[in-house]
Each structure stands twice: as C-alpha cells, then as structure tokens.
C-alpha cells in the first residue's frame, strides 16, 4: 500500500485527529476531546467497556456472534424443494482463508442425514481380496493415520450457469465446494490388510444410509491417495458429512465421497449404479454421455466482490479475493481481470498452496468507481488454464450440468451493487 | 503396517468371513447370511438403511454428532470458579489434526465477553505517529490481507504442573492452545499508515472489553509478523475470541493476543501495565522476577493415550499421538518414549509443518499389554529441545506459574487406563 493520500483505504472514511498527535492515550476515552468528526465511538466510554460482558463458560461448544446470523448455508428452493434429496451451500462470499468451518460445509444427501452411533458402525471389506474383513471404529483408530487438507466440490457445482447466469451469488453459483483438514486412514491400508487378488481393479464403496449411495472408483485411485476418514479440521465428522467415517478421494467429484461408509468391494470392473449412469456423466451435443468423468478441473471464483457481497465504502482502495482449485494437484497462479477478461492481472496466491486444496487470491486494487466486469482464471500446476464459458460449450455443449468449470463474470455497478452476468 | 497377524489392527477385534469371500455384495445386507461372530451390524439392515434420516436443511450453521456431546471446552471449578476472569479448556484429547474447531478453542477473559456490533467498531493508532488514525471495520477490510496458521498458547498453559503432576487430563494440563487460520491486515500496514517516528521502540495493544486489557509489545515484533485478525477458519472471529477485531502476535504468549483490540499506542519503552506487572511475569527463585518472557518455547504432549483417552481396545497396535509447537517457528522432530524416557524413538510428523503452528505427530506401536511411561519431547528449527521437569526447575524454581514447557508423562497401565504422574 503506497504512502500517496489516494492511495490509503480510508481516504473517504479515515478520521484524522485535529491535533497531530495525542499524549497519554490511556486516558483517552475519558477526555471528551473533540475529534476531526466527533466520533462518541472514539470520544465516549462505551457499554463494552464499562460493564462485565456476557461470559463464555455456559457454551461448552461456541457459536458465532449473533452480528453474523446471515453467514449460514442457504438452499434454493425451486432446486432442491425435497428434503429427501437436497442440497445447501457454502456462504463462500462472507468468509476468507482456505479453511471452511465444519458448520459451513455445504452438504447434498439422497436420503436425509443417517444417525449413526459409533459403536453400532462397521466397515466391511469383501469382493476380490484374499480376506474379507470388517473393522468397527475401534478397529479403525488403531490403523496409522494421515491429516490431509482437501477441498470437496460437488460435480454439480455451477452447473445451473451452464446455459445462462441464472443465480445472483457465489454460494450458489459456486458454493458447492468446501475444505477442510481430515484425518484418516490411508485406504491404501485397509485394501493390503485385506489383500488385494491381481483380478482386482475396480472398488465399489457404498454408504450406509438409506440411499445406500454407490460409486465405482478405479483400483489405482483407490490406492494412490484416497482416505478412510473420521475427523475434519480436527473434529469427528459432522453429521451430515458421513459420521462417523466418509471417504475422501482427493481431487475428484464429491458424490464419490460416499458419506456414512459402510462396504469396500474390490471387483474386475465398474458396476454401472445409478448414480454413474443416470446420473454423474456428461451429454453431449452429439447424443454420446461422457462417463467416468471423476477429475474436478481446474477453477475458480471470485468471491468478494460479488452478488450477496456489494461495494458498499465507494472508490478507492478496494480488496478483489477469491477462490481457486484444482484435482490435479495446486494452483500455480490466478489471474483477475476487472474489464471482462480484456486485460489480465497476477493475483496474489496467500495462505499455505497445498495440493487439492483451495487457495485464497487477492488483488487489492484502487477502484475510480466505474462499471467493472469481473473475472478470475485459475491455472494448476500441470498447466491446464481454466475455459471462458464460450470454450466450454464449444467443447461439451450445454446438455450436461456436471462439471463446469468456466470463468465467472461478476458485474460491478457504480453504486457498488453486483450482478451474475456473461460476457463474450 | 505388517502382513503378519499379530501386527494387524483388530487382531482381537476383527471379524472374517467363514466363506473366504462374498459374490454379489449388493445384496449384502439381506442374505441374513451367518458371520465368524454373527454380527447383526452385518448381517441385518438396520434402521439408518432403511429409513429417510433427519435432513440437515433446517440447520443452516451446523452442529456435531449428538454422540460427541463429550467434546466439549470444560473449565476446573476450583480453578476459574470467578466468571468475571475465567478460562476453559480445548479437548485436546479427543481431537486430531492440527486445526482446531472454533467452537472449541480455549478462551481465557478477563472482564466477560465483550460484545460489539461491527458497525460500533472503531480502531485506534495515535502515540509517536506521524498521523494519529482511527480504522473502521470498513477501513480494515480494505488493506491487503494475509492468511495465517498459527497457535495461540496461553502462558499459563501447564502452569498447575510445574510443583508436581495435579490435572489428570491433557484438556486440563495442556489444553490452553488452538490453532486455526487467521485471515487479517499486517500490523506493519496500519504502522506505516499512521507513520512510525524514529523515537517509537513499543506499541501497547489494548482492548475494548471492560478490563481494557493492555500489553507492550516491541516494536520490532510489530513490525514483523503480527496480524490484526477478523477471521479465525474463514469465518468471522468467535465473540469470546475477541470479535469483530483481534491481535495476533505468532509464536508469543497468548495474553499479548489482545481481543476486541481498540487501540494501538506507540512509545518510546514499555508501558509496565497490571498484566505485565503482577501478572505474565515470572518469578525465580532468588526473589527476581524474569519479565518480557513473550515467546512461547518448543513444547509437545501426548494426547492419546490420555487420563481421558485410555487405551479400550487391549493390547496390540496402539496408535500414540500428540501434538507440537514452538514459537520460533518449525518443529523439526519429535521423540516419543513408552519408558519413562530412558529410551526414544522418533514419531512420524504428519500434516502442513508451519511455523508457528501446531504439528501432529504418531508413534504406531505394538502394545505388550504391560505399564507404559509415556512421553513426548520436541525440537524446534532453531535446535531448542523441550526440556523435563527437573531441568525446568533447575532453572527457574517452582514459584512461576507461566512458561512451563516441560515433558509430560502419562502411566498407561495394564488395564488401559491412564495417569497424570511424574517421573526423575
């Protein structure tokens, strides 16, 4: 931030003291001295600092502050009016960093949250392995363990903008996506413990509740970096995320993170369930669906400015941040622009670049208060560079709501209001 | 993990099949098929599969397990029986990881909660500037922001421990630490904003609550890696942790880490306030009290086993983990002993190793079923090894309650329990 007057945040709103400076600040908010703007917030003793606050040993468990009730997930109800098989989103434009909050995480179930008591849990292992197993928790803790942050992007995340900008923020545009630390067992583990027959090449994991969700992954991933996990950002996992056990695989479509885990089938070939057939794979203009199509490509979003998050201070120093991420592994640099993707900016990439994980970029920029047409454009470290939303139908069409992983366009109008918008 | 059987988890525990393997297992859970132990967890469908669970939309910020209701922040009665000036205590021992969940970090206040509207805020910076200036949470939110991991420890933490072993739990004996992401404004940027004189060698932090809680920190320090934080974990900061605006400073004592900050005073030396005074400071043997002890030392301790998380499972593999830190940055290694300390092997550390953070670190053992004595000892970047007791009070008496980072042991005996003791 330069030392030029047009330049500091604040230049509008910043108080400066009439006198220079003040001795014995101590004494400050007693003086009643008279400030450039009069301030009773700097000149006065306020409530907070003359009474005892509300203690904190009541909540065992805390919440937010009460300032923050709108900082919540949000449905849409036209999309997901049944509660037997809904959907919420991530407030991604009111929150920062790369670590989303357990209460926070976005979550879609096919058939409401199942309660699970941890001693009632079993996970079973058979199909093509030299000793079908089956583990209790207890069993589970005793496996060695990993801590892995990862983000966890539903396939279906912007897939309503496929044909048109349709919903006004990003946490619905976009809010399908969380991340978080788990901790684990490698699935690497469980599968040697089992031992793994040569015919074996393909892993069918179902969940335990009643939509009994089932998803076919390939052996290799299976082994690679996949996690038998129980706890996310250093907590048992949340209810609706799969407790007590969900399956992490790093990188690739949530609906695969079968939630409340209950069976690993080690078989010669996918199974072709429902929810790899009817849904999960991609039409294409020409008739011919896409399948198999796992990876989460490269993306990201501008999360502040943006719809549910205005301009609301006027021109000057104005902080652009948002998201990106990438299956393949990390993002190796953002780009922003503020005129529609005419012109282009490095953001800065902040906070740890970790692989599959979200990263936080900024451009922090001196707005003059004209019309801006946002855009970010994310790359990952194997080179890939995220599509415009024209290069994106021209490769796959607009039949599919999977996987669409375009540029965004937030449009900034003068009075710092923000709208979904495209642009060509 | 071994091939062999008597390194397999669940060698006790595990269930096989009587037929080598199962074809078909969709059907799995209706073939009422007969089991080695004839599990019903297995072999029936239980409620979680066959009915619709509790949808989750009704939640918009979400809540843990009602089976977790255990992990919660407790306080020590006899300890923090005022509310005026309390403290309660992370469950380090029932958590994983390095992330701590908001709602469960530990919190020590010393006049209430305060609580303040965001738009009531104001931040001041007056004393040896150039401009004397007052910030807005607007203003704040318009300066380059950094994203940060990094512990906050109390320096009482361990401090009941330093005449002999008293709390028999690591929530009570070490759980004076979290460690989340903060997401806020260099200190640095607001000092260069107002314009440091030459003459400015301290700043006093103070906050806004009703005990005004006021701490000198070095210049130097500010200048450095400080933060003046609004985000924990990408939310909002917690009301209890200092909300809307808190100060970070990395790696020093947690009551420098002043919450609901107000104001930021430059001088010339440090102020000597009551919390710097006859409190946070440490008294030796020879009647001398050591002052500015601001870093916190390489310190660790085993959280499970623990008196509150004792081994049920018999003996076998025994999965032994903890954390550590230090606030000079890195932990480069951490040894762990099951005797008492005559002997060491050195643990796994796995998860992001930031400076300034915490780190989780394993030793996967096979456990004989006899007493164990165990404990943990760390080293930082710098060489700083954690020392035992002995030598803690070799050094520095046993009339400080502040800065212990000794080596804890935990007697695990045969039966799984698990105590607070000591060791020479």
Redesign the interface.
């Known amino acids: 931030?330069g030392?030029t007057d047009d330049r500091?945040?604040?230049g509008a709103?910043?108080?400066?003291?009439m006198t220079?400076?003040?001795?014995g600040?101590?004494a400050?908010a007693a003086t009643g001295r008279s400030?450039a703007e009069g301030?009773p917030?700097?000149t006065e003793i306020?409530d907070?600092?003359?009474?005892?606050?509300?203690?904190?040993?009541a909540?065992?468990?805390?919440?937010?502050?009460?300032?923050?009730a709108d900082?919540?997930?949000?449905?849409v109800p036209w999309l997901?009016a049944d509660?037997?098989s809904?959907v919420?989103f991530t407030p991604l434009h009111?929150?920062?960093?790369?670590?989303?909050?357990?209460?926070?995480?976005f979550?879609r179930?096919h058939?409401?949250?199942?309660?699970?008591?941890?001693a009632?849990?079993?996970l079973?292992i058979?199909?093509?392995?030299d000793?079908?197993?089956?583990?209790?928790m207890?069993?589970?803790?005793?496996?060695?363990?990993?801590?892995?942050?990862y983000f966890l992007e539903c396939a279906a995340n912007s897939g309503m903008e496929w044909r048109g900008s349709q919903l006004n923020g990003c946490q619905f545009t976009h809010g399908m996506v969380h991340c978080?630390?788990?901790?684990g067992v490698p699935l690497r583990?469980l599968l040697?413990?089992a031992g793994v027959r040569t015919s074996g090449k393909w892993l069918?994991a179902?969940g335990?509740?009643?939509s009994?969700m089932?998803r076919s992954i390939p052996l290799e991933k299976a082994l690679d970096d996949c996690l038998v996990a129980f706890?996310m950002?250093?907590?048992?996992?949340?209810?609706?995320q799969g407790?007590?056990v969900r399956l992490c695989v790093p990188g690739w479509e949530g609906n695969m993170w079968v939630k409340?885990l209950r069976?690993l089938?080690v078989g010669d070939k996918p199974w072709a369930q429902r929810e790899e057939t009817s849904k999960y794979t991609d039409l294409l203009e020409n008739g011919i669906a896409r399948r198999h199509t796992f990876l989460m490509d490269v993306k990201s979003v501008i999360t502040s400015p943006s719809p549910q998050a205005p301009v609301?201070?006027g021109k000057?120093?104005?902080?652009i941040?948002g998201l990106a991420w990438s299956g393949s592994g990390t993002i190796s640099r953002v780009d922003v622009s503020i005129d529609g993707g005419r012109n282009w900016k490095t953001a800065?990439l902040?906070?740890?670049s970790?692989p599959k994980a979200l990263h936080?970029f900024?451009l922090?920029i001196e707005w003059d208060g004209s019309e801006l047409l946002l855009q970010s454009r994310a790359m990952d470290e194997k080179g890939y560079i995220q599509p415009t939303k024209d290069e994106l139908r021209a490769a796959r069409g607009v039949n599919s709501i999977y996987h669409n992983n375009s540029i965004q366009t937030w449009q900034v109008r003068q009075d710092g209001e923000v709208e979904n918008v495209e642009v060509s």
């Open positions: 931030m030392k500091r945040p604040g709103t910043r108080r400066a003291f220079s400076a003040l001795a600040g101590a400050l400030w301030d917030l700097i306020q907070w600092n003359r009474y005892l606050g509300d203690g904190v040993d909540a065992p468990y805390g919440m937010p502050s009460a300032f923050e900082v919540i997930r949000r449905d997901t509660p037997v809904s919420n009111a929150l920062d960093g790369i670590i989303t909050p357990n209460g926070l995480c979550e179930h058939a409401g949250t199942a309660l699970i008591d941890p009632d849990y079993r079973m058979n199909g093509l392995v000793t079908p197993l089956v583990f209790t207890s069993d589970l803790k005793r496996f060695p363990r990993e801590n892995r942050v978080v630390m788990y901790t583990t040697q413990e069918l179902e335990a509740d009643a009994a089932t706890a950002n250093g907590e048992a996992l949340r209810p609706e407790y007590p409340w069976r089938e609301t201070h000057g120093p104005l902080v941040t800065r902040d906070g740890p970790l936080r900024y922090d």
